[in-house]
């Protein structure tokens, strides 16, 4: 199936009719950046977990400044590759599509990449564990409140599905269209464009699932405008889109490099080791020349330069393989028939990178401090669950005074009481996934009477 060029990408925008202000210097793919920037969910990825909340004196990243570094380096990404689209396709391409390719691309993977994140809850994978964990558990008294597709949603609660909800939904009160994005940019950050019923492991693009019950009108127009492809309407599944695979490996590139440099930071691994593995990744991918290398390392004397040192390199290194793999295997990448990330095939040909994510995950993410943490984000997670959930789902009048008094706490604009079970919990879902690390962890505290009295 030859994928039409001019049809990947829309300007349209959710919940709005008129998708460009004429007085508005910016493209509609430079606001989408600039609104996800200013959005409340953005701002609140500062206080979630990337792999090392709260590490006192010694700065590390969260959620915020990775989404920020991702998306750096997808903008450099979405530079290369839509070059090399304008250079190879050109005579298919219709003049706004020569433009967006050139100049756009570059905005619309950048944009993306900043909101990759948005729909992770507090205490990242852990986090997602808790909730979808709750639903498991609670089966027996839970799940003849749902459809099969609405239960499946819910025991297998996805921070990708939720990013699509987070952006799109308008919670009571807020206007139509949730940040109201292009459909350009929705659709790059569809890693698993199919719905919960549909996913299936042995699938790279259904691995997970994309969108939830509730959003599924608003991803199916998400992907008609986008010319994604659909292998299936019921259930619904799409092949990826081929912006996707560039918002993946930015994300990929960062965090085995980077939670490799905050581990050094904090202690976690030598200074000796780090570099060691750097510099190797750096001189196996070949695109620098060891001797400057090793000059330049030369001259710095900080141990925390040289480490940064090799991380942006090793981050270059990285950005321009892609770039290689990808013109290598373009039109597998355009029809969304790619079988696997493009990380993948970096690790499979690289035995330094290789070398690397067994390392991190030996030393890094099994270190005692992280799954401690971890563990303690589970149980908080969850038990905030088990403080809203089973009241939301009763009917008034067979509320005690307990379940009363636990509704007061969730704000107005996420109960959905009159609305279905499946709204009733979703709206509870949007106000827990939406905490902080450090707001869910204070919460949690009061309700369970760790911590009582007024606050100044």
């Known amino acids: 199936m030859k994928t039409d060029l001019n049809k990947l990408y829309s300007s349209n925008r959710t919940g709005v009719n008129n998708p460009k202000l004429s007085n508005d210097p910016r493209t509609d793919f430079q606001r989408d950046f600039d609104r996800i920037i200013f959005s409340s969910p953005f701002r609140r990825l500062q206080n979630k977990t990337q792999v090392f909340p709260l590490p006192g004196s010694v700065f ?26 304008y250079e190879k ?5 219709n003049p706004e599509s020569q433009e967006f390719y050139k100049y756009n691309l570059s905005n619309v993977i950048a944009a993306a990449c900043l909101c990759h994140d948005i729909g992770n809850p507090a205490f990242g994978h852990s986090g997602e564990d808790a909730i979808a964990s709750f ?107 081929p912006f996707v695979w560039l918002v993946e490996v930015a994300d990929d590139i960062c965090y085995n490099i980077v939670d490799l440099e905050d581990a050094h930071r904090l202690g976690i691994i030598e200074s000796s080791e780090c570099i060691e593995l750097l510099r190797a990744l750096v001189s196996g991918l070949g695109y620098d020349d060891k001797k400057k290398i090793d000059y330049r390392l030369d001259q710095i004397y900080d141990k925390n330069d040289r480490v940064s040192y090799l991380r942006a390199k090793a981050i270059n290194a990285l ?43 030996e030393y890094i993410y099994n270190n005692r401090h992280v799954v401690e943490i971890e563990n303690a984000g589970y149980n908080v997670m969850y038990e905030l669950l088990n403080h809203f959930i089973p009241p939301i789902l009763k009917s008034k009048e067979n509320r005690s005074q307990a379940d009363k008094k636990a509704l007061r706490l969730l704000p107005p604009e996420f109960n959905y009481d009159g609305g279905s079970a499946y709204q009733r919990v979703l709206g509870v879902l949007d106000y827990v996934s939406g905490m902080t690390d450090n707001y869910a962890t204070d919460f949690y505290r009061r309700i369970k009477g760790i911590e009582i009295g007024m606050r100044s």
């Open 319 to 361: 950005t321009l393989k892609t770039k290689e793999i990808f013109e290598r295997s373009i039109e597998s990448f355009l029809d969304g028939t790619f079988e696997t990330t493009i990380f993948s095939v970096i690790k499979d040909t690289s035995k330094e990178l290789a070398q690397i994510m067994e390392f991190s995950y």
């Open 135 to 241: 639903f498991v558990k609670n089966e027996a008294i839970l799940k003849n409140e749902f459809t099969t597709t609405e239960w499946t949603d819910l025991i297998n609660f996805e921070g990708n599905a939720n990013a699509i909800r987070v952006l799109t939904h308008n919670p009571k009160g807020k206007s139509e269209g949730g940040l109201m994005l292009t459909y350009s940019t929705l659709g790059a950050i569809a890693k698993y464009p199919c719905e919960s019923v549909a996913k299936n492991k042995n699938f790279i693009h259904r691995k997970k699932f994309g969108f939830f019950q509730s959003e599924k009108p608003t991803f199916v127009d998400i992907a008609h405008r986008t010319g994604m492809i659909v292998e299936s309407n019921n259930p619904n599944v799409y092949r990826r889109h």
């Open 89 to 93: 396709f050109e005579g298919d391409l």
């Open 60 to 85: 590390v990243h969260n959620r915020l400044t990775h989404s920020l570094e991702v998306s750096s380096v997808g903008r450099s990404l979405g530079s290369l590759i839509g070059q090399t689209i």
